[in-house]
């Protein structure tokens, strides 16, 4: 099972990007997905995270400017960041709490981060 990150990139201030996470393999099914990030010396923060309800959580940086959603048919998770702002550079790494068989728990699996710079 592999989870493959994409659509990072440079953008001005005040930009959007839209970032994408797609799930290979076989398995059974995707709980929980989310977006991570990090800048050099930091700790990883959550930045969202979207359960398999539908239901979502942000952190309070990137309220209102982000929105976390997924496709369940395709797999896949996404991450729409507009009004970027500088303080929001960092890779971005993606993750998902996958089942291997139905009756198996949630293993975590993370993707290859995605860097996200924003700059004039």
């Known amino acids: 099972v592999q989870l493959q990150a994409s659509g990072g990139g440079l953008v001005q201030p005040g930009g959007s990007l839209r970032l994408s996470c797609a799930a290979s393999?076989?398995?059974?099914?995707?709980?929980?997905m989310g977006w991570y990030r990090q800048v050099p010396a930091k700790q990883r923060e959550l930045v969202a995270t979207?359960?398999?309800?539908?239901?979502?959580n942000y952190a309070d940086s990137v309220k209102g400017r982000f929105t976390i959603s997924r496709d369940n048919a395709e797999n896949a998770g996404f991450l729409q960041m507009n009004s970027l702002k500088p303080d929001d550079t960092a890779v971005y790494y993606c993750?998902?709490?996958?089942?291997?068989?139905?009756?198996?728990?949630?293993?975590?699996?993370w993707g290859q981060g995605t860097q996200v710079t924003v700059s004039s």
């Open positions: 993750y998902a709490g996958i089942r291997a068989r139905w009756y198996s728990n949630a293993d975590d699996y």
């Open positions: 393999g076989s398995f059974f099914s995707l709980s929980t």
């Open positions: 979207i359960n398999s309800a539908g239901t979502t």
